[in-house]
């Protein structure tokens, strides 16, 4: 099994290693690609980067998602270092193991969905959400509701009383309470089945055991390949989806400087998906059974890394979080009161300029 962390071949190994603290390439070879009125704009749009005799440096953790891929060429490419950061990325195989060591302590952000850092905020855990990762988008699904191979079901309500496949508490569940309700379905619609590891959930919907799941692409297209039919995805929404959180107790410069170094390697990457798709599959953030067909995910520089979730957005979550027990509900029944908006998203100076992050989950409301 290759190593996660190797070099491709055309730059040297020594040059990478699980700090990425390596020079990267000029900013010039970069410019040279865009108008000179873009590269105004971006200069503008970002917090100048973090200046210091000695780099800050911060552990990341992260997962084997395919938008992780930012944190990866931002290290590559040198722009962390660009910016005054040395980054060492953690790896996790699941949330569960990453949750545990982000309460453990030690690190300094991790890879997230925006209910995990509301329920982090909730027990005390000094997480923001600083910087978003992928966002839905019109031309490519992040996250889809698959029947199983052979199903009748042509649409989603002919599911009725189905089980589907879920991790109670992530991203999938709340996702799966979005689409119910983008449908005009009742929440239990499905009879929902707790199973928190991606690989397990995709073997029981193609072996039959679920009658559907969610999914994350590529794995996505992985169930569509096995059979499954997809009954709906996300390209109709609006919202982030998933996110970097920073301790709080970061400087803002920091802060900055590390969504300045992501904005860069969006940009990058929105002009080089050859190099992205290389590296997601260098990485094993491809299978190899749907690399031809995977296109990367989109890094638009309107949502990546500033379109945070937004006060809309937020008490969504909180509600959802509410209702499955996580958080109090107005009459004190919940594990936990819920942390406010101000405290769990990071608010960028007013120097800054930071779009909306979405927060009604449909484009046409």
Known sequence: MRDLFKEPAAR?????????????????????????????????????????????????????????????????????????????????????????????????????EPGAVIMQRSMGLPFMIAATTSHTEPERRVFGLVAKPGSPAGRLEDLAGSSIGVANLYVV????????????????????????????????????????????????????????RVLMDDRDLDMPLAAVALKSSLPPRAVESFRTALAEAALWAALNPGAVKSLMADLGLIPPA???????????????????????????????????????????????????YEETVYRAPESVREPSGGGDGDRGN
């Open 290 to 340: 749907v690399l031809s067909s995977y296109e990367p995910p989109l890094f638009k520089p309107e949502h990546v890394p500033g379109a945070l979730p937004d006060k809309a957005l937020f008490e969504r979550y909180v509600r959802w979080l509410v209702k499955n027990g996580a958080l109090q509900d107005e009459a004190g029944r919940g594990l936990r009161p819920a942390p406010s």
């Open 12 to 112: 040297p190994a020594a040059s990478f290693r699980l700090v990425l603290n390596g020079a990267g390439e000029a900013w010039g070879r970069l410019f040279s690609l865009l108008s000179c009125a873009a590269a105004c704009a971006l200069l503008v749009f970002f917090a100048a980067p973090l200046h210091s005799d000695a780099p800050v440096s911060l552990k990341i953790a992260t997962l084997p998602i395919a938008d992780t891929v930012l944190l990866h060429i931002a290290g590559r490419r040198g722009f962390f270092a660009a910016n005054g950061l040395e980054v060492e990325l953690i790896p996790f195989q699941s949330a569960m193991e990453k949750d545990a060591a982000v309460a453990a302590g030690g690190l300094d952000g991790h890879f997230c």
């Open 173 to 228: 569940d709340f996702m799966t309470d979005v689409f119910l309700e983008k449908a005009g379905l009742p929440l239990d619609f499905f009879v929902r089945r707790d199973v928190k590891k991606i690989p397990p959930r995709y073997q029981m919907l193609v072996n039959g055991r679920l009658d559907a799941a969610l999914f994350p692409e590529p794995l996505l297209s992985m169930a569509e390949l096995a059979g499954g």
